[in-house]
């Protein structure tokens, strides 16, 4: 599923080496050829199509190799000067994203499909105790995925995120894969390893108001073991956006009903050099519902099937002050 991560979003995306590293500038690896056929082909292409859906489900997807990428690259989007009053406007109040995006150790989410529990696709988020160190001194909070079944996609994974200390903003920095695996139909493995997105994708800060998009460019690499040569890294180039989409007076979930929810959507295109072409796929409209005090309270990673992929809140508590406090519709 963007894989429950905002961005399951939330998108998806590593890191040279075993152990993690922050702030390299990547370097591509034009040797791709993923299936060691002796050219880089549609197999190489859906060797990496199919690791890179398995971190993170997409609403749409292309798999079409081009020679440029076909999206401008986002400019990115200046962050509005915070007042001491939030003004209204017909969309809703302004708002700061860390009142809708809890980080406290022990707070606890658990989504499931409405009306059926905690069956199929369901899972829960736990915040975990101890952050941890990207280097540099950077120091971020982990989010950790619990799925109702070990078949789960992303079972014990962690979604790594902070509060920047200097403007507020809300930054995902990305994904601890826990369980390495083989690709289908080839002889590729993906080792168990650290998907960091550098930079972070931006959620924003104080003053956002609905309509809003702020734009991320940033690098990641996926370390892959290819027979005969080894681990190799393959470089991508993500452009991601985040839309604060709607103000919903009302919303209804498995726990209950919540008023002022605020609906956001994450989008990305990712382009990976193939050495004689790009690879581009999109990652689109995955949708989440956010709620002041409260956090996730809805992830949608479709929203075209209709509510189908729609999973709601059925239980949870937030940490304040090192106690838990239920959470409860409101």
């Not at 001491?84 to 989410?109: C, E, K, M, Q, R």
């Not at 369980?179 to 003053?207: H, K, R, Y």
């Not at 209950?256 to 796929?281: Q, R, Y």
Request: a negative charge.
């Amino acid at each position: 599923m963007l894989k429950p991560s905002l961005l399951a979003v939330s998108f998806s995306l590593i890191v040279g080496g075993l152990s993690p590293s922050y702030g390299q500038e990547a370097t591509p690896t034009r040797n791709v050829d993923l299936d060691n056929s002796g050219t880089v082909d549609a197999l190489d292409i859906f060797a990496f199509v199919s690791y890179w859906h398995s971190l993170i489900d997409s609403g749409t997807s292309t798999e079409t190799p081009t020679q440029t990428p076909t999206m401008e690259q986002p400019t990115a989007t200046s962050t509005p000067t915070p007042t001491a009053t939030p003004t209204t406007t017909s969309a809703g109040p302004s708002f700061d994203i860390a009142d809708y995006f809890v980080l406290t150790p022990g707070s606890n989410w658990t989504f499931g499909v409405p009306g059926k529990g905690q069956l199929g696709e369901g899972f829960s988020w736990l915040v975990l105790d101890s952050p941890v160190d990207l280097g540099d001194g950077l120091m971020v909070t982990s989010i950790q995925t619990i799925g109702f079944s070990t078949d789960f996609t992303r079972h014990l994974d962690e979604d790594f995120w902070s509060f920047d200390e200097t403007t507020g903003h809300l930054l995902f920095h990305g994904i601890r894969e826990s369980v390495g695996f083989d690709i289908n139909e080839t002889n590729i493995s993906l080792p168990a390893q650290d998907l960091i997105i550098d930079p972070p994708v931006d959620f924003g800060g104080a003053n956002l108001s609905i309509g809003e998009v702020i734009s991320t460019t940033a690098s990641v690499s996926v370390i892959a073991d290819i027979p005969p040569f080894g681990e190799q890294e393959i470089v991508a180039t993500a452009y991601a956006t985040v839309t604060y989409s709607e103000f919903l007076p009302t919303f209804s979930t498995e726990l209950g009903e919540f008023t002022d929810v605020i609906k956001l959507s994450v989008n990305i295109l990712a382009v990976v050099d193939l050495g004689l072409t790009d690879l581009e796929t999109e990652f689109l409209n995955n949708c989440f519902y956010v709620k002041e005090g409260v956090g996730l309270v809805a992830i949608d990673l479709d929203p075209e099937t209709g509510g189908a992929d729609l999973l709601t809140i059925s239980d949870g508590e937030i940490f304040i002050n090192g106690n838990p406090v239920e959470i409860v519709p409101e």
